[in-house]
T-cell receptor, first 115, second 112 residues
């Protein structure tokens, strides 16, 4: 089954404790992306990756890191989480990057709470 | 700052009516336009995409794009209660990177 998986689905942590949210896709997609979704603000792009070892900032990259060492995986790293990073996070992948891209396939989401 | 604007709603329509959802965007360099549907607690899923000016129809859905007015819309004909969801407009830009910008979404309620 073609899918994007994320782990964990739910996470409660404390300020400053480093965490990683994993994302994996099995569709051999080139383009992968991380978004956060907050009430009233919609989906905001954090980072994206055009292919292995090629990453770039989205609109809200502060406080986040990513890496793309393998085509299928695109982990999101919070080195020192803060309460304002409490949000719902989605990973997505697409066959090719914009503007040629068609559908972005989204993972199930990770609900993160930082206290 | 590139922006995508949507009326947050909620938009309420009776079953069988046409629902009209609108979206405006600020970047004239925008190249691809998407409508996603998101049910409460679920991930977004693609409904329609459109690249060229004009209308594009797929079943009960029609996407309309007017690049001169920087406006894209989604029409849902014969609305069903199962269409009740939040509809997200998304725009991709290739200037300054290959980013995707989403609107905040419009909540649609279809009353049975």
């Amino acid at each position: 089954e073609a899918q994007v998986t994320q782990n964990p689905r739910y996470l409660i942590t404390v300020t400053g404790k480093k965490l990683t949210v994993t994302c994996s896709q099995n569709m051999n997609h080139e383009y992968m992306s991380w978004y956060r979704q907050d009430p009233g603000l919609g989906l905001r792009q954090i980072y994206y990756s055009m292919n292995v070892e090629v990453t770039d900032k989205g609109d809200v990259p502060e406080g986040y890191k990513v890496s793309r060492k393998e085509k299928r995986n695109f982990p999101l790293i919070l080195e020192s989480p803060s309460p304002n990073q409490t949000s719902l996070y989605f990973c997505a992948s697409s066959r090719s990057p914009p503007p040629a891209s068609y559908e972005q396939y989204f993972g199930p989401g990770t609900r993160l709470t930082v206290t | 700052q590139k922006e995508v604007e949507q009326n947050s709603g909620p938009l309420s329509v009776p079953e069988g009516a046409i629902a009209s959802l609108n979206c405006t965007y600020s970047d004239r360099g925008s190249q691809s336009f998407f409508w996603y549907r998101q049910y409460s607690g679920k991930s977004p899923e693609l409904i329609m995409f459109i690249y060229s000016n004009g209308d594009k129809e797929d079943g009960r859905f029609t996407a309309q794009l007017n690049k001169a007015s920087q406006y894209v819309s989604l029409l849902i004909r014969d609305s069903q209660p199962s269409d009740s969801a939040t509809y997200l407009c998304a725009v991709t830009v290739s200037e300054g990177g290959f980013k995707t910008i989403f609107g905040a979404g419009t909540r649609l309620f279809v009353k049975a």
